[in-house]
Nanobody, 126 residues
Framework: QVQLVESGGGLVQAGGSLRLSCAAS????????MAWFRQTPGKEREFVAA????????LYENSVKGRFTISRDHAKNMVYLQMNSLKPEDTAVYYC???????????????????WGQGTQVTVSS
């Protein structure tokens, strides 16, 4: 069983920055790929970014490339999403997710992630 708790959301002006954090409870966390997704009311949840268990590969949705950075700290069982140059269209609830298939290939597919946090709201004002 994996428990995930996100934090760091809030209200920010366009052009600003936020860093989201996700604390994971599971061991061995180090072999699980991690990802961030987001969802706005009335829309399906969409992929944002993912990172491999070994930190040697990342994947980003096109609209966030160059602005967002995913990273992880194995010692602290944490995953982060640094969001810079935020735009109003980045407004959403952001979810942290785990692919608990040990040593799985990195993917953007939502159905491959089997544990989810409760989400944290990010609001970007224009």
């Amino acid at each position: 069983q994996v428990q995930l708790v996100e934090s760091g959301g809030g209200l920010v002006q366009a052009g600003g920055s936020l860093r989201l954090s996700c604390a994971a409870s599971a061991r061995p966390f180090r072999h699980y790929n991690m990802a961030w997704f987001r969802q706005t009311p009335g829309k399906e949840r969409e992929f944002v970014a993912a990172i491999t268990w070994s930190d040697d590969n990342t994947l980003y949705e096109n609209s966030v490339k160059g602005r967002f950075t995913i990273s992880r700290d194995h010692a602290k069982n944490m995953v982060y999403l640094q969001m810079n140059s935020l735009k109003p269209e980045d407004t959403a609830v952001y979810y942290c997710a785990v692919d608990s298939n040990d040593l799985a290939a990195l993917t953007h597919r939502e159905e491959e992630y089997d544990y989810w946090g409760q989400g944290t709201q990010v609001t970007v004002s224009s």
